[in-house]
């Protein structure tokens, strides 16, 4: 669609008293094809030329006049409403798509510069909850979209392995840990202990007092603590690699809090040479009442760093290291206190750069009508969810399919990716109650419907005989021209997504694919076809097969190829 997009500002930017990049900026999508492929909105020339938006329309309209590249140009409203030529929009975007293949939809827009990723995170010696599902898949599929929009990606994994929680549970694991049950069954020992510790110190309040000197005892190198830590770190890691593997992710870097321990001092020291640093009740803060936030705290009276010293310090070293276009931080709506008085910071400190950091928030999920709560115990595992989707995945397609071969790797990838898509396919802020009807809903907008119509396609070609050359300038009736019309908007649907930070721009996108695809297959005959509308029509199935596939592949979604 970008070359008739450069087609209309060409023919307008002689026209009107705006820039091109303008003109371009302002095209739209409007909201069916029979309004056009796209369309300029006037009232944006209305206070310069003083007329009325309808008016400029028709002006414009007029001498625009035919251009072979379109059907024609309409005036609906205050809109100039562009129809692209049916039989050029097909011969360009179909071959397009069959000479790219999997390259189809990507751009070098980010032109080399690097976006840093901050997501997943989950904390070591718990396990992996649910909560933490968000972050991951989000993070993940953002890194993908920025890739194919022409970055370079840093996917850093900033796992939650410092802190006084640390203090916390090597108290309790001095108190009531079990040498057998860590060894037969690590995380949930390690997860019952500190449930079990914060409900002991409910009673016992000197238990808080008693795992701060831990932390302290820690952060100082007392060699019992380290030994502790480094034992409970090394147990997590392996439990979260194994999760990673189930979900098909990966991470450029296991940068956790505990690596940027060595730069703390040198972030609070480059504070308080820019003048910051306070004092207030033997801590050391920075006010930030000119922002309208409270202060943010360094240091804690006991000289304990806290969540705000490690990612001051994690900022500068990353910008430092990677000279980042985008730092992108994809972290829970809750701590958007949190994200504010550490950019805050930075912008007092006066490193410019902080412009290019990014909050990424997203709503929480919600368990049984509540918050997830490590502490409280009210913890769904990750890992039993991946299982239980792929457990439901095997029973549909033992009842659909009974004679599939790799049947478990297709429920693993159907089972999978319903989770995934049940997310990505709402706005990433709103809140998502945990709901196993809902997330395993094979039927209507999920992955299995996105899917099912790849492995249809897939099944299609595989009968399909050998074809010369196709004449796709053929693909112009009722069904064909709306499924040419929504493969052509693919780039565009990634853009919107890396320009919001939003994947259900991809995840909506591919249900009105599959959608226009599942219109036309119950329409058009394909392999029963004419040879001429045959070999068309298997150019065009084969490129919706390839552009289902890039996006679920940016959403972290498997492509059956059989279902």
Known sequence: MKVFQERAVRLLAGLVPIEPEQIRAALETPP????????????????ELKWAPAKIATDLAEKVGKDPFFER???RGPYLNFFAH???????????????GGDYGRSDQGGGQTVVLDYSAPNIAKPFGVGHLRSTIIGNSLYRIHAALGYQCVGINYIGDWGTQFGKLIAA??????????????IQHLYELYVGFHQEAETDPELEEEGRAWFKKLEEGDPAA????????????????????????????WHGESFYNDLLEAAIAAVEQAGLLERSQGALVVSLEDEGMPPCLLRKQDGATLYHTRDLAAAIYRHETW???KALYVVGVDQTLHFRQLFAVLKKMGLDWVEKCQHVPF????????????????????????????????????????????????????????????DLSNDRIKDIDFDWDQVMDFSGETAPYIQYAHARICSILRKAPAEGEADLALLQDEYEYPLVAALSRFPEAIERAGDTCKPSFVARYLIEVAKEFSRFYHQCPVLAAEPGARAARLALVAAVRQVLANGLYLLGIEAPQEM
């Open 363 to 422: 709503g929480m999920i919600r368990y049984g009508g509540g918050k997830m709560s490590t502490r409280q115990g009210r913890l769904v595992f990750l890992a039993d969810v991946l299982e239980e989707a792929t457990h439901r995945a095997r029973q549909i397609i033992a009842a659909k399919n009974p004679d599939l071969e790799n049947r478990e790797e297709t429920a693993r990838q159907v089972g999978v990716g319903a989770l995934i898509f049940g």
């Open 226 to 253: 380290r030994e502790l830590w480094r034992r409970f770190r090394e147990i997590s890691l392996a439990e979260f690699r194994r999760v990673y593997a189930l979900l098909g992710m990966e991470f450029d870097y």
């Open 73 to 75: 140009v309409d005036v």
């Open 86 to 100: 049916r039989g050029k929009l097909a011969e360009h975007t179909v071959g397009e798509i069959l000479s790219q």
């Open 32 to 47: 069916s094809l029979e309004m056009g492929n796209f369309a300029f909105p006037c009232f944006l020339l209305a206070k």
């Open 173 to 186: 694991f001095r108190r009531w840990g079990d040498e057998e049950k860590l060894a037969s069954d690590p």
């Open 323 to 325: 000279h980042f276009a």
